[in-house]
T-cell receptor
């Protein structure tokens, strides 16, 4: 039961270019979406979130876009830096529940 | 910066043994969680805990699992009789308010459990 999907297991991008990580979801009740970054041997760290009442949220180099009709969101990183190399998890939650559902992750490599 | 701390970082145990994983959440947080990640798979929700009781649990969190907040600072996950498939990285997390309202879980570095 994959409610949150990240169809690209990996992505390579040149330093300075834009990284676009995609996420799709199936549960129309999700109303809050999050992106987490994870380095090896560390726990996930929160990056950015977006409520379903918005279609864009920006924080420095990170922007998340939400297309509710398509049940799709994306994370843009501009410009990409080698330190951004990590696994990125898309996650979603709905108001009625405490749990956050994670996608399988996309491993981003930013090549110097 | 406040952080969630977990012990042990790695535990190896024999199948059928009991295991307790410990967590110290961020001190002013009110909601506590356990997640796990089997190697190569996604991060999965196990249980959430608020006001000294379980607020939500997943299908994975069966009778072999229990959680406790024995004092004002620790939050523990107990697996009564470990199985091979319990081998995973277990993450503790905490938040000040319910995640759907604020959107931020703070995770610990994880405890790797290996069941032989």
């Amino acid at each position: 039961d994959q409610q949150v999907k990240q169809n690209s297991p990996s992505l390579s991008v040149q330093e300075g270019r834009i990284s676009i990580l995609n996420c799709d979801y199936t549960n129309s009740m999700f109303d809050y979406f999050l992106w987490y970054k994870k380095y090896p041997a560390e726990g996930p760290t929160f990056l950015i979130s977006i409520s379903s009442i918005k279609d864009k949220n920006e924080d420095g180099r990170f922007t998340v876009f939400l297309n509710k009709s398509a049940k799709h969101l994306s994370l843009h990183i501009v410009p990409s830096q080698p330190g951004d190399s990590a696994v990125y998890f898309c996650a979603a939650s709905e108001t009625s529940y405490d749990k956050v559902i994670f996608g399988p992750g996309t491993s981003l490599s930013v090549i110097p | 910066e406040p952080e969630v701390t977990q012990t042990p970082s790695h535990q190896v145990t024999q199948m059928g043994q009991e295991v307790i994983l410990r967590c110290v959440p961020i001190s002013n947080h009110l909601y506590f969680y356990w997640y796990r990640q089997i190697l190569g798979q996604k991060v999965e929700f196990l249980v959430s805990f608020y006001n000294n009781e379980i607020s939500e649990k997943s299908e994975i969190f069966d009778d072999q699992f229990s959680v406790e907040r024995p004092d004002g600072s620790n939050f523990t996950l107990k697996i009564r009789s470990t199985k091979l498939e319990d081998s995973a990285m277990y993450f503790c997390a905490s938040s000040f308010t319910r995640v759907p309202n604020t959107g931020e879980l703070f995770f610990g570095e994880g405890s790797r459990l290996t069941v032989l």
